[in-house]
């Protein structure tokens, strides 16, 4: 059985800082590229960030030098570090793989709120 567990969410005051964890499971997790994407109030769910099996990683324009995505094969766990956080960022946050986002299976996701 395939799972994304996420964590790490929470409120925070504009300018701070979260890191989110996707604890998986199911899969051979060293060989896959995880995504964490993110659902705003009344958007649409968008894509964030990627690392790739070689842990290269791309970013979303809205997010890129703010967010670092990174991976611990050992753990089988992916992280989003979020610094300089905006309102813009509140959203629930999830992570998947590519093929599994567009199976539309996700997680619970975590929420972040950034608010004074």
């Known amino acids: 059985q395939v799972q994304f567990v996420e964590s790490g969410g929470g409120l925070v005051q504009p300018g701070g800082s979260l890191r989110l964890s996707c604890a998986v499971s199911?899969?051979?997790?060293?060989?896959?590229?995880i995504e964490w994407y993110r659902r705003a109030p009344g958007k649409e769910r968008e894509w964030v960030a990627t690392?790739?099996?070689?842990?290269?990683?791309l970013y979303a324009d809205s997010v890129e030098g703010r967010f670092t995505i990174s991976r611990d094969n050992t753990k089988n766990t992916v992280y989003l570090q979020m610094n300089n956080l905006k309102a813009e960022d509140t959203a629930v946050y999830f992570c998947?793989?590519?093929?599994?986002?567009?199976?539309?299976?996700w997680g619970q996701g975590t929420q972040v709120t950034v608010s004074l």
């Open positions: 998947n793989t590519n093929f599994r986002a567009r199976l539309g299976d």
């Open positions: 199911g899969i051979i997790f060293s060989g896959y590229s």
């Open positions: 690392v790739r099996a070689s842990e290269s990683t």
